[in-house]
């Protein structure tokens, strides 16, 4: 073989590349999500106002493109504080919410199901026990039990959101679990005396990340709404602090005489959900191996 035909053969090699394969709309999926977390993590400093600023004379004010003026682009609420400004507060702390509550959900969900997993007998059914009794009691009813028994709090809701789907790893992991723990590299670990934690966190769980990862991502949209609902019922962030489903829930009661009040943070959530699930649909296919090409 000639020195020529190196180059040649080396640029026929396959080469797995991640972001020409990016097709157009999960580009824009990304290019979006990662405007609205810029936007939300400069929040203090791209708002033109404060979060909780009142100008009376200015309340139901419509947004510049609908007649309105300059100084509240996207408009006034109903107490006049600018809902640019709200937005982007909102924005940041719906995401912070709704990641606290999926990475709370991932952790408990993934201890849950490699002990369930691991284990088997008697302690698997327990497990699995635990998880059908929690996804058997309705969210509305234990969020609304919470906030009667400790009171609304960022705490209690991230709480709530993170059990909501902690459930849905569970099941999951354990399923990669009881499928991984029976190959053969599992078995030579434990034919060398690795210990069931060893076995569980060296050789299982590194087999498994793939699988929550894409799980993650497409439960994130979920929870979001979630979020927003609560909020929306009043049992979610409560004011003078701002979230997307709150901001929703003030504007019912002016949803005729100012509908953009409404329809702008329900704009931000439909947006926020349908690119989450969209990079979570690409991821799933890209990690997936029963999906691959």
């Known amino acids: 073989m000639s020195d020529e035909t190196l180059p040649l053969r080396r640029a026929e090699r396959p080469r797995r590349k991640w972001l020409p394969a990016l097709p157009p709309p999960v580009l824009l999926a990304f290019a979006v999500l990662a405007t609205m977390l810029a936007a939300a993590a400069?929040?203090?400093?791209l708002a033109p106002y404060g979060i909780a600023e009142q100008q009376l004379l200015s309340r139901l004010r419509p947004p510049a493109l609908l007649g309105g003026d300059g100084a509240h682009l996207l408009g006034a609420d109903h107490l006049g504080r600018d809902v640019l400004s709200r937005l982007l507060h909102a924005l940041g702390t719906t995401l912070v919410i709704a990641g606290a509550g999926v990475l709370i959900g991932v952790v408990t969900g993934t201890i849950a199901g490699l002990i369930s997993g691991s284990a088997g007998g008697w302690l698997?059914?327990?497990?699995?026990?635990?998880?059908?009794?929690?996804?058997?009691?309705?969210?509305?009813?234990l969020a609304l039990t919470a906030v009667a028994l400790v009171g609304t709090s960022p705490l209690v809701l991230v709480l709530i959101v993170g059990i909501a789907d902690y459930d849905k790893y569970a099941r999951v992991v354990r399923a990669q679990v009881l499928t991984v723990r029976a190959r053969t590299f599992v078995e030579a670990a434990r034919a060398l005396g690795a210990?069931?934690?060893?076995?569980?966190?060296?050789?299982?769980?590194?087999?498994?990340?793939?699988?929550?990862?894409?799980?993650?991502?497409?439960?994130?949209?979920?929870?979001?709404?979630?979020?927003?609902?609560?909020?929306?019922?009043?049992?979610?962030?409560?004011?003078?602090?701002?979230s997307l489903g709150l901001m929703l829930g003030e504007a019912r009661n002016h949803l005729i005489t100012a509908w953009w009040l409404a329809a702008i943070p329900a704009a931000a959530i439909i947006v926020l959900t349908m690119t989450t699930a969209m990079i979570g649909d690409w991821l799933r296919d890209r990690l997936d191996p029963n999906l691959a090409a």
């Open 42 to 45: 400069l929040a203090p400093l």
């Open 124 to 141: 698997d059914h327990v497990f699995m026990l635990l998880v059908d009794a929690q996804a058997a009691v309705p969210l509305t009813l």
């Open 195 to 242: 210990s069931p934690l060893r076995v569980a966190l060296r050789h299982v769980l590194p087999n498994i990340v793939s699988p929550l990862i894409v799980l993650a991502t497409i439960n994130l949209s979920t929870v979001i709404i979630l979020e927003s609902a609560l909020s929306f019922l009043g049992v979610g962030v409560q004011p003078p602090h701002a």
